[in-house]
C-alpha cells in the first residue's frame, strides 16, 4: 500500500522493506499473494526509460543533482526488488504477463553504458533471463534484439545474461532466428570457449548447440576460416573436467568341481513315491517331492 500510495516517504520506506524481505525470504514474497505490488514496483521501475535514450554525457549530467539521483536509488531498488522476485518461477510467469513489464525490461537490457547504470541493466538482464522461457519469440522481436547487442558487451555479467537469454528464449522457436545474429558475435563467441571461466564456457556453449541445430548455421560455421580450430575446441572440451578412474580386478581361475563318486542314497519313503510315478513323470516328479530340510550331495556340487 505505501507503493500505490504515491507517497514519496511511504515509496522510499515500501522500496528499502522490500529489497531485505525479497534478499532474505524471496520465496515467500510471492505476487498471487499481493495483489498490485508487482505492478507497482514495475511502474518504478519504468521510470529508467528517462535514462534509456541519453548518450553517456547526458547521463552524467543528469545524475549529478540530488533529486535525480534519488530517482535512480529508487528505481535501482524496485529493479532489485523485481530481480530477487523473479527467481521464483510463479513470480516470473506473472511479470511475463503484463505489458509494462515487458516493454520496460527492453528498455533496460538496453541502457547505454553507464557505471552508474551497469547494475540496473545487469537487474534487468535477469528478470528478463527468467521470463524468457515464458514468452513466444515471434512477439519478442524487440526482446531478443536487444539480448544479441548484449554480446557485444565487454562486461562478463551482461555477457552471461544475454547468452542465457538468448538460449532460453529461442529454445522452443521453429524458426531460424539465430541466422541474424551477425558474424562478429558468433566469432567472439567461439573465442570465448577459450577462457578458463566455467560459467561463461556454459552459457557460450548453450548458445551454440541452439545456433547449431539448423543445418543452415552449421553450413555458416563451416564455411569460416576458422572451422577447424572450432572443431578442435569442441573436440577438446568433450573431455573437459573429466577425470580418469582405475578400478583394479582380481581375478582368480575357474575350479572345476568334479562329479561325486558315490550315488545319493534316498529315504526310502521318497523312493516308494517315486515309484508310483509312471515314466517319463518319474524322471522329473523327484525333485519336488524332496524335503526341505533334504540336501543330496549332487546337489551341493
Known sequence: ??????????????????????????????ADDYPGMTEALVLELSGLTNFTRRSSKDITDTIETPEKRKKLDRIL????????????????????????????????????????????????????????????????????EGLVAGLESDDRGILIASLRGIT???????????????????????????LEDEELLLACLDFLYQYTAVDENVAVLMSQPMALGFLNQLKRLLLHQAE?????????????????TQIPHLPQEIVNELLGFPEPDRATKWYPTI???????????
Open 1 to 30: 500500500m505505501g507503493l500505490r500510495s504515491g507517497l514519496q516517504d511511504e515509496v522510499a520506506f515500501a522500496l528499502t522493506n522490500l529489497v531485505r524481505i525479497s534478499f532474505e525470504h524471496g520465496d515467500n514474497l510471492k
Open 77 to 144: 531498488e524496485a529493479a532489485l526488488i523485481l530481480r530477487n522476485m523473479s527467481i521464483s518461477a510463479e513470480n516470473a510467469k506473472h511479470m511475463a504477463s503484463l505489458k509494462l513489464c515487458r516493454s520496460t525490461i527492453v528498455e533496460g537490457i538496453s541502457i547505454p553504458p553507464h557505471s552508474a547504470l551497469t547494475d540496473m541493466k545487469q537487474y534487468c538482464l535477469d528478470i528478463a533471463e527468467a521470463m524468457c522461457p515464458l514468452l513466444p519469440l515471434s512477439e519478442n522481436g524487440e526482446l531478443f
Open 168 to 194: 532460453r528464449l529461442v529454445h522452443r522457436d521453429e524458426t531460424n532466428r539465430l541466422k541474424s545474429v551477425n558474424l562478429t558475435s558468433i566469432r567472439r563467441v567461439q573465442d570465448l570457449l577459450l
Open 244 to 260: 580418469e578412474d582405475y578400478t583394479k580386478y582380481s581375478l582368480r581361475p575357474r575350479v572345476k568341481v568334479p562329479p561325486p
Open 291 to 301: 524335503p526341505k530340510w533334504y540336501t543330496p550331495r549332487f546337489l551341493m556340487c
